[in-house]
């Protein structure tokens, strides 16, 4: 952060002051809220700053709703970025009732996003009857420390969301990532708001799951939180000229070889000018 700073000009350098202020967490301090972005490659990662993003959850593949992301995408991002980067633990798609094995990779995973720079961790873990795994989760957040941890959507398959908001509490994990346990952030808005009455400060609810700028005001006034989770993305065609349109890469329902999708800068910016004159 110096040498970024030592870049800036004086009066750039005042502007700017507040926004890489970190708290010892690795989170801003004193911007009002945070908009976290989830991205899953460079070029959605360098848009979400530009863009205004406070912080971005680093994922690979979030067809499947992020996964793991490689050491490679760590370092580069973090060549690129200023902003905190949590980094997903989520070793496959699917279920998050976990193995033996699996959760040695997850640990792995866990040691070598510390290595190479991740600011915070992204993860979650239910038992097969939809409670937390309070054991498991036990055992990764020490592997975690001193790193913040975001208990992630998982939570939004539990049974019991009210008590499962106590076992996230009494462990430690920093926050939660939530839709309500419905669609999306907007369908579910009823359970956030009691979520974040129960909390009382005690953890922070991050409400996540299709927002878009046509839903973020409304999503805002009904939850009263300082924090949400988008991905502002668009589609990209792919330039590549000559295209074998008889070939599919990944299963068959899957996307386009041909198209990606990546942070927008300009719905970033439209989600970040929303929330700020909304707080």
């Not at 808005?189 to 839903?215: D, F, H, S, Y």
């Not at 599919?248 to 041909?258: D, I, K, P, R, V």
């Not at 990546?262 to 929303?274: I, S």
């Amino acid at each position: 952060m110096a040498d970024y700073a030592a870049t800036m000009g004086p009066q750039e350098g005042i502007n700017n002051i507040l926004i890489f202020i970190w708290t010892r967490s690795g989170e801003m301090a004193d911007q009002g809220y945070i908009m976290e972005v989830c991205v899953d490659s460079v070029e959605s990662a360098i848009n979400a700053e530009r863009g205004g993003a406070g912080r971005i959850e680093l994922c690979a593949s979030l067809l499947e709703g992020g996964i793991t992301p490689s050491v490679g995408l760590l370092q580069v991002v973090k060549q690129y970025l200023q902003i905190p980067i949590f980094v997903m633990i989520r070793p496959r798609g699917g279920d998050f009732l976990y193995s033996d094995r699996e959760v040695e990779v997850m640990k792995a995973d866990i040691r070598l996003a510390k290595i190479h720079g991740a600011d915070g961790l992204v993860f979650g873990a239910l038992t097969e009857d939809g409670r937390i795994d309070a054991e498991l989760c036990m055992e990764l957040l020490a592997v975690s420390r001193p790193l913040p941890v975001t208990f992630h959507r998982a939570f939004d398959m539990v049974y019991d969301p009210l008590l499962a908001m106590e076992t996230l509490i009494s462990l430690g994990f920093e926050r939660v990532l939530t839709s309500g346990c419905d669609t999306s952030a907007l369908e579910g808005l009823p359970l956030i708001k009691r979520l974040v009455e129960q909390a009382k400060g005690r953890i922070i609810v991050m409400p996540g799951g299709g927002i878009t700028e046509r839903n973020l005001q409304r999503i805002l006034e009904g939850a009263a939180v300082q924090e949400f989770h988008c991905s502002a993305r668009s589609t990209k065609d792919s330039t590549m000229k000559y295209r074998n349109n008889s070939v599919c890469m990944g299963a068959t329902l899957s996307t386009s070889e041909y198209s990606t999708k990546v942070t927008d800068v300009a719905k970033v910016r439209t989600l970040n000018a929303m929330a700020k004159n909304f707080l």
